[in-house]
């Protein structure tokens, strides 16, 4: 039973670096500190309160040692997790296991990538798969368009609907001054554009940025005297459930169905709850699978669900609101992302992408081929 966690750590420094890409010469250690250096300010704390690192990276083979050498911390506790885009969180349900039982006081959680100045190719240190790799498929993008493809096929869901969220993230990224594109973006543009798996277009798939990004965790009562208002961990999940996709049992249901149950059942909530959301959206599929898969709408008609407007500013179910992977950026893994825009929404910080009285944000992201799901459900004060 998890429920003695629900609230006791909470978020106090968010930061970002590198967007959309770093100087020539740039290192991913470098959009790390980067972003590093703007938490610690943004919570009003110093680099040597810090005692807990976690970090991943598709770049960097010792995160968290090439951090912790740069920085020249020597934390008493570390975590190097790689679980994909979804890494950071599940570093956070890492993190306040690790605070809850005196392991370490404050947890910084960080990322780093040069994806976009290294040439715009998918840099990664992931090794080859003996069992796919040798059918020389296209990486992530091939393996995205097999659910999408599958969920075409079984639950009607059309070319249209994924093209709607699309759209969707570029009229919130038209609201964020540090959003890459925000160029006007039609139904028809996405349908129109090349071709890169079918069915996905270019514009079915995500941006590829440099960028940084780091948050720092601690005990609630710690919080209390932080720069910040905090924001605290209410329901943390992870699920693990295959590789490789062919090991993937069904093509249209994820991990999310374990994870969101186990940060639901630990934040006491439901989806009915949730006042804005941020699904991982590297292709126009994953926020249909986590949709239905997190339980805000039933299965096999995600499509059909998020592309009624619904997820457009003014919306009923805002949903990335930064602009996502989408149209704000995606260096390489965007699971960090997902948790400081929740933050920001809930320290009503948004300006004109601002959900108006959010008080329960939800972050989701996926890793691998939806083979790690992990979920993070985050609420203010008066959630408590």
């Not at 990664?124 to 790799?133: D, K, L, R, V």
């Not at 704000?328 to 004109?352: K, N």
Request: proline share 6%; charged share 15%.
């Amino acid at each position: 039973m998890n429920m003695p966690l629900r609230g006791s750590t909470a978020i106090v420094g968010i930061g970002m670096s590198g967007f959309p890409a770093l100087p020539p010469g740039s290192s991913p250690l470098d959009a790390m500190a980067l972003a590093i250096a703007d938490a610690l300010h943004d919570a009003g704390i110093r680099l040597h309160e810090i005692d807990g690192v976690f970090a991943a990276g598709l770049q960097l083979f010792m995160p968290t040692l090439s951090i912790c050498e740069y920085l020249g911390i020597e934390p008493r506790y570390s975590d190097s997790t790689q679980v994909g885009g979804g890494s950071f969180v599940a570093h956070l349900n890492h993190a306040q296991a690790a605070i809850s039982a005196g392991l370490c006081e404050v947890a910084l959680i960080a990322y780093g990538s040069t994806q976009r100045s290294s040439g715009g190719q998918f840099k990664t240190h992931s090794e080859p798969n003996p069992y796919e790799t040798p059918y020389d498929y296209p990486g992530p993008v091939a393996a995205y368009a097999l659910m999408a493809q599958r969920h075409m096929h079984q639950y009607g869901t059309t070319r249209e609907h994924l093209a709607a969220v699309a759209v969707s993230a570029r009229r919130w990224a038209q609201l964020n001054p540090l959003a890459l594109d925000k160029r006007q973006l039609s139904v028809a543009d996405v349908l129109g554009a090349r071709y890169v798996a079918t069915p996905f277009t270019v514009r079915d798939c995500c941006l590829v940025t440099d960028g940084g990004g780091a948050v720092i965790l601690m005990s609630a009562a710690r919080a209390a005297h932080c720069r910040q208002p905090p924001v605290y961990v209410l329901g943390v999940g992870e699920s693990v459930t295959h590789r490789s996709v062919a090991q993937m049992a069904d093509l249209t249901c994820t991990g999310a169905v374990q994870s969101g149950a186990r940060a639901f059942h630990q934040a006491g909530i439901t989806p009915k709850d949730v006042d804005v959301a941020q699904l991982y959206d590297a292709f126009t599929i994953m926020p249909v699978l986590f949709a239905e898969d997190l339980g805000f709408c039933a299965k096999g008609d995600g499509g059909r669900f998020l592309a009624d407007g619904r997820i457009d500013p003014g919306g009923t179910f805002p949903m990335n609101t930064n602009g996502g992977g989408l149209s704000f950026g995606h260096p390489g893994m965007f699971g960090i992302y997902t948790i400081i825009e929740s933050v920001q929404q809930l320290r009503g910080d948004c300006g004109a992408r601002q959900v108006k009285g959010a008080e329960v944000a939800l972050a989701h992201a996926p890793g691998g081929y939806m083979s790690s799901n992990s979920t993070a459900i985050f609420g203010t004060e008066a959630t408590l």
